[in-house]
């Protein structure tokens, strides 16, 4: 540890922050310890802008090497390659609460990257990062109005705990990750399991005030390690072009707001903004220019209305909802199925049951982990009427898709009650605000159209803000332009009973607790007409799981027989699926789950483990295959190394001269078991077996 260091005891261990020491050339960077999970985060901005830029071009990676915890890569390569889920989720937690303290008009490519250097197993490093990262931009010379901090809080036992480990979040019934700074909060990112809106708040409230310190600690920080903030340009809209854009536009932009359709309103604009290019050029402005002046008066056009006429732009209150139509078994081939529909934003859900080899193994810097919930989000770009290359999922569509899977996963039945691997996918088709929370409600339902018996129901909302000094409008149910000019995006999912999944994010820098509580209450009666629609459709899980879905027998053997059933190199389960076709999952505890969509083949399954696993029954009928033959009898395997006598008294109810001439090697007969002897031996009966019928 070098001199330039900083600590803050900080939950169980020391917060580090240390700079100085290692990537210098980066314009900040800092490391970041905690416990014996160790960070680098570094900042850099480019020197110049690029041409014809009209955004901030900010970019945040984080990287989990797994020489971190002292591990060599799977795989061919034995090199790590694209992100993971987990880190990619990271990068996006990282992103968010900082995108928004960048000063408006900074167009500079700035580049933000997190690299797990030590993993102690215990403590979570995505949250480190978000604090390393503000550390970084604060000591940088690049523009930041920080610092901003975070911490996550869990609840396990009924007790809040500040940045708790892997083990405890594996046994917490609620996680809320907060990020703030002296204005109050920046963002959350939460999971429950039902939790009331009032116990919540009060999570967020205990969080917030451990997060003062940590404040001044980044303070302190900045002020002794800090360099002076460079000289950038920032883009500015000239004045006299803003006047004459709102002149040419503002009659023209409230005729494009009455329009009903979102596709309506964008091709207005787009002509709009052809005829201001066509004019506004030849007196010298460039395209880039317009368009930003466009921007800036749409965006004080529409947040003027809602402010000044308390009218949103497509007429609704600010409680209303969108229209909401839900449907349900749409596919006929499929396992589950729902439509769900919320003004001009639609999620087809389909639900896909499968066994335990259809597991996602998860391979992360705490170890292997399995999951047996798997909801994926797609987001084609007919969906909001564009063209575009449809490749693997991007970093929205995969923050989506986990937001909605902390959503279902708090009232998903346990693997003892339903044994079944479950793959959602939401396909939205139409977007226009909040596809998340609609594929939130859409899974729902598909899942119990499926028959998965979920202990609820879920449904998702969005609310906006749009907020000018002390005025603060909250919106229930935003919509695409909403989101785009206000300034919050406010996502709340649950089932009657409570919250199960919240993501909070600004484009503000902070908002007050209080004003928090209201958004809660007012997602809370949203949430209520909403479950209440998705009730007329399907109020609860099916009994009956389609058709066309796997069905999973679970039984229950002795642990000291699961090697005799495996076999030596996995001999005897391998027969047992050649032959039957059916799926064969066996755990530790002795559980056994055979899989078929074929009811005949899993019954076949079971009989052959039966064979194997139970113990031999006198008066018990087998299949036995011939094995040896000898002039008083032949020997039958009726089991994998369970071998019994058939004498050839019991081969027929006639006189027997030669035992072959009853049965060959290979022949497979019934018999049944006539006596076990006090050495262990086996005694059979073919003719007693075929009297039995």
């Not at 309506?264 to 317009?290: C, F, M, N, P, W």
């Not at 987001?379 to 575009?388: D, L, Q, R």
């Not at 020997?635 to 008294?649: D, N």
């Amino acid at each position: 540890m070098n001199d330039n260091t900083l600590k803050l005891k900080f939950g169980r261990n020391d917060l580090i922050l240390e700079t100085g020491k290692v990537a210098k050339q980066a314009n900040g960077s800092v490391v970041v310890t905690y416990g014996g999970t160790v960070v680098l985060i570094t900042a850099c901005m480019s020197r110049e802008v690029r041409e014809g830029r009209d955004f901030f071009p900010l970019t945040v990676e984080y990287q989990e090497k797994t020489y971190a915890a002292g591990r060599i890569p799977g795989g061919f390569f034995k090199r790590e390659g694209r992100p993971s889920e987990s880190e990619i989720l990271a990068a996006r937690l990282i992103d968010r609460p900082i995108r928004p303290l960048f000063p408006k008009g900074l167009f500079n490519d700035v580049q933000v990257m997190a690299i797990v250097l030590s993993s102690d197993g215990e403590n979570d490093p995505d949250v480190l990062a978000v604090n390393g990262a503000s550390a970084a931009l604060c000591i940088s010379d690049i523009p930041f109005n920080g610092p901003l901090v975070a911490c996550r809080v869990a609840r396990v036992n009924n007790e809040l705990i500040i940045n708790p480990t892997y083990a405890e979040l594996d046994i917490a019934d609620l996680e809320v990750i907060i990020a703030a700074n002296n204005k109050g909060i920046v963002m959350l990112e939460s999971k429950a399991k039902e939790i009331s809106e009032e116990e919540y708040l009060e999570v967020v409230r205990f969080g917030h005030n451990h997060l003062k310190d940590l404040i001044h600690l980044q303070e302190e920080f900045a002020k002794k390690y800090g360099k002076p903030k460079a000289n950038v340009e920032f883009k500015k809209i000239d004045p006299d072009l803003k006047a004459k854009v709102n002149e040419l536009s503002r009659d023209r932009l409230k005729e494009v707001y009455s329009l009903g359709k979102k596709e309506e309103r964008e091709e207005a604009v787009h002509l709009l903004a052809k005829e201001l290019e066509e004019k506004l050029t030849a007196e010298g402005y460039s395209s880039d220019q317009i368009k930003l002046a466009l921007d800036e008066v749409e965006a004080q056009q529409v947040r003027n209305k809602i402010l000044t006429e308390n009218v949103r732009i497509d007429g609704r209150g600010f409680k209303d909802i969108r229209p909401i139509t839900c449907e349900v078994s749409l596919l006929p081939r499929t396992h589950g199925s729902s439509l769900f529909t919320r003004g001009q934003t639609q999620s087809l859900a389909v639900t896909t049951l499968g066994t335990g080899e259809d597991e996602q193994m998860v391979e992360a810097l705490e170890g292997k982990k399995y999951k047996s919930f798997m909801l994926h989000y797609s987001f084609p770009p007919f969906s909001v009427g564009e063209t575009g290359p449809v490749r693997g999922p991007g970093r929205r569509e995969i923050g989506h898709g986990a937001l909605a899977e902390k959503a279902i996963l708090a009232v998903m039945p346990s693997k003892e009650k339903f044994p079944y691997t479950v793959r959602v996918v939401s396909e939205i088709l139409e977007s226009n605000g909040s596809s998340s929370m609609a594929t939130v409600c859409a899974v729902a339902l598909s899942l119990m159209d499926a028959g998965v018996p979920i202990k609820d129901t879920v449904a998702g909302i969005a609310l906006g803000l749009i907020k000018e000094g002390d005025k603060a409008l909250i919106l229930t149910d935003i919509a695409g332009l909403e989101d785009h000019f206000g300034d919050m995006d406010f996502k709340v999912a649950g089932t009657r009973q409570g919250v199960t999944a919240v993501q909070l994010d600004l484009k503000i820098d902070g908002i007050e607790i209080e004003l928090l509580g209201k958004c809660l209450s007012e997602a809370k009666i949203a949430r209520m007409t909403i479950l209440d629609k998705m009730s007329e459709a399907l109020s609860k899980p099916r009994e009956k799981l389609s058709s066309y879905a796997p069905r999973i027998d679970v039984l229950k053997i002795n642990t000291e027989k699961i090697g005799e059933l495996i076999g030596p190199g996995g001999k005897n389960i391998k027969a047992i699926i050649a032959a039957t076709g059916a799926s064969v999952d066996i755990e530790d505890d002795g559980t056994v789950l055979v899989g078929s969509t074929d009811a005949l083949k899993s019954e076949a399954a079971i009989k052959m483990i039966r064979a194997i696993t139970d113990d031999v029954e006198v008066g018990r009928v087998y299949i036995g295959k011939v094995k040896r033959i000898m002039p008083f009898g032949a020997f039958c395997e009726i089991a994998p190394r369970k071998e019994g006598l058939v004498h050839v008294s019991e081969l027929s109810d006639k006189f027997i001269k030669n035992v072959d001439e009853v049965v060959k090697i290979g022949d497979e007969i019934k018999v049944k078991v006539i006596g076990i002897d006090e050495l262990g031996r086996i005694n059979l009966s073919k003719k007693q077996a075929e009297q039995a019928g």
